[in-house]
């Protein structure tokens, strides 16, 4: 009996284990090339909606798009390269904030984007512009 015992809790420690499942830091770069790729085709709905359950509790639909506009007047994002790449941890969320150097049609600038780790998957946080020349 107490093998079994052994077994039901080594069993029951393996399941919450694999069911609590972190994101790959080395995603970020799909869950970012999704992002231009959705900016490019202007889905910026799917980027809200897909985005994670804490931004949309804080941020509405128009918040986003107002945002997602001034990166739309620069023109289409051709070119990105991160540069740099932050794993924080806020609260009980883990964060990654990739930065991206970018080259659109009218300009160059920089992407910081932000990523929250949802049940293993790097989900749309938030996002920050700086423009160059």
Not at 2 to 23: D, G, N, T, V, Y
Not at 79 to 86: K, L, V, Y
Request: proline letters at 2%; one cysteine or more; aromatic letters at 12%.
């Amino acid at each position: 009996m107490p093998r079994l015992s052994i077994f039901i809790l080594l069993f029951s420690a393996i399941f919450l284990s694999a069911c609590h499942s972190e994101a790959p830091t080395t995603d970020v770069d799909k869950a970012a090339g999704q992002f231009f790729q959705r900016m490019q085709e202007a889905k910026f709905d799917l980027i809200y909606d897909d985005a994670a359950a804490k931004f949309k509790e804080q941020n509405s639909r128009a918040a986003l798009l107002e945002s997602l506009h001034t990166l739309g007047e620069m023109g289409r994002v051709g070119f990105w390269s991160r540069i740099s790449m932050t794993v924080e941890q806020e609260g009980k969320f883990r964060v990654i904030k990739p930065v991206y150097s970018i080259r659109t049609e009218h300009q160059l600038g920089e992407v910081t984007l932000k990523f929250l780790d949802e049940d293993g998957e790097w989900k749309f946080m938030g996002i920050l512009l700086r423009q160059r020349g």
